[in-house]
């Protein structure tokens, strides 16, 4: 019964740490889309203010120096925002993820981790990074019981537990078994 309830409770507890990770997993694309539509905003917001300290209307009392200064920054932050968006946009979707982890902005990804609303967006990438991260929560599982299994005591098979102590040594074959014979007794014999 134990043993059982022991096996029943380690695939209950395998298979939700899998799901865990799966849906975990699965919200790469989500919060990559999330974090892409930040960043849009973010290079909006630097193109309208470049544009401005362009023409002079952000900070009009500055020298020219200061404005040049200003422009070239902000021109810098442009480009910056433009060369991020455009590595997201331009690799297939079921990469999006790690592409954002190998580049991302850390502020706007704090801020998009701040206002992340977990979404499972019905595609076939969302769709491989959740069984992939299933099949990584069960491993995991499995690499998590390794320890435990490596000590626990072992225990014999029951068919070895069934085999007498002295199964090692060869069996002598049982003495043949003697059929009854018929025969004469003085008795029965008449002359």
Do not use: N
């Amino acid at each position: 019964m134990v043993g059982w309830l022991g096996r029943k409770l380690d695939s209950a507890a395998g298979a939700v740490f899998g799901a865990v990770l799966g849906a975990t997993a699965s919200q790469g694309q989500a919060f990559t889309a999330a974090y892409v539509q930040r960043l849009g905003g973010r290079l909006d917001e630097a193109v309208m203010v470049l544009q401005q300290a362009r023409d002079g209307a952000l900070l009009p009392d500055v020298s020219t120096a200061t404005r040049d200064q200003l422009v070239a920054e902000f021109a810098a932050r442009v480009e910056h925002l433009s060369a991020l968006r455009d590595a997201l946009v331009d690799v297939a979707p079921l990469w999006r993820p790690f592409a954002l982890l190998a580049q991302m902005d850390r502020t706007i990804a704090a801020a998009t981790l701040g206002d992340f609303v977990p979404a499972l967006p019905l595609t076939a990438a969302t769709a491989v990074h959740a069984a992939v991260g299933l099949v990584l929560g069960l491993l995991l599982w499995e690499l998590c019981k390794a320890p435990a299994l490596l000590l626990r005591p072992r225990r014999r098979p029951a068919a070895k537990a069934a085999r007498p102590r002295h199964a090692g040594r060869p069996q002598e074959a049982p003495p043949p078994r003697r059929e009854p014979t018929l025969t004469a007794t003085p008795t029965d014999r008449r002359e």
